[in-house]
């Protein structure tokens, strides 16, 4: 509802042209309050029934706490002979994530290209890429290297290649909206040139898009680094076998080593890709 006012400027002065001011009724206040109300009380009531579902009790954490304090105590002070032995995993973890982002990159931009509405007219094409895309990315990279520990065996390779597959879907995303967002002048110019599409894609999109890409590239580099340490849990290789080898051992103060290098790497990693993307940025 409605009501017209007259628009005026000051005491004395000429009312101006007629304005529209809304005019809320006190019966719909009330509707969207109990509306808000109702909604808190569903949440609460959903949390509460996922809270029971999942068994979660405080009594249950304040009994565990001694446990956890017990495991964090025997991994002081840690054990740095360790350290001897994590060069060689150290650096599979690194190349894990390294590859793992080549094969994304080599899987996720074909199918950003056949994905982005710019680029690609076919609706077929576009649908197809879209949804590899979604099945690429939906599985998570510990179900991958499941499969490729199964594969083609234990170590680091399944690793590289389960993080490629799950980062490539991710990674396709990402640059399909890159793409789609570009000017679409140069684009336009190339075409009218009769450029073909490999062309238009070389010399108009690329340009564009490719500090976005080194970014994206650059980020999920730190994420696969730690992925890759999970990975190696499983089988996968890397310094997180290490890692899982001495908790299995209770080698405690071991454990406490390898955790204190994959902070000090994670750390490193981070700091560098962000003076990287501050430099691309600028």
């Known amino acids: 509802m409605y009501r017209l006012a007259a628009r005026t400027s000051g005491p004395g002065s000429t009312p101006g042209p007629p304005h529209y001011q809304k005019s809320i009724k006190p019966g719909t206040a009330l509707a969207s309050r109990a509306k808000f109300f109702a909604g808190l009380i569903g949440a609460a009531a959903f949390l509460g029934w996922s809270a029971n579902s999942l068994e979660l009790s405080a009594t249950g954490l304040a009994h565990a706490l001694p446990v956890i304090g017990d495991y964090l105590a025997r991994m002081i002070p840690p054990d740095w002979r360790a350290l001897d032995e994590l060069w ?47 099945v690429l990315r ?32 991710i990674l396709g995303r990402l640059y399909a909206e890159a793409i789609e967002n570009i000017d679409a002048k140069p684009l336009e110019a190339m075409r009218a ?46 310094i997180g076998f290490e890692l899982v080898t001495t908790i299995r051992l209770y080698e405690f103060r071991a454990t406490a080593a390898i955790l204190l290098v994959i902070l ?19």
């Open 193 to 238: 040139t009769g450029a073909g599409h490999v062309q238009t894609i070389l010399f108009a999109v690329l340009p564009q898009v490719m500090p976005q890409i080194v970014s994206y590239n650059l980020y999920w580099f730190e994420v696969g680094v730690r992925s890759a340490t999970v990975l190696g849990m499983i089988g996968a290789g890397g």
């Open 88 to 134: 060689g995993p150290t650096l599979d973890t690194i190349c894990i994530a390294i590859w793992g982002i080549v094969i994304a990159t080599l899987i996720g931009f074909p199918l950003g290209v056949l994905a982005a509405r710019n680029l690609t007219s076919s609706r077929i094409l576009r649908a197809s890429a879209s949804t590899m895309l979604n």
């Open 264 to 282: 000090a790497l994670v750390t490193l990693i981070d700091q560098a890709s962000a003076l990287v993307r501050r430099s691309i940025v600028k």
């Open 138 to 169: 939906s599985i998570s990279e510990l179900i991958w290297a499941v499969f490729f520990v199964a594969a083609v065996g234990l170590g680091p390779f399944p690793g590289a290649l389960a993080l490629g597959v799950n980062f490539g879907g």
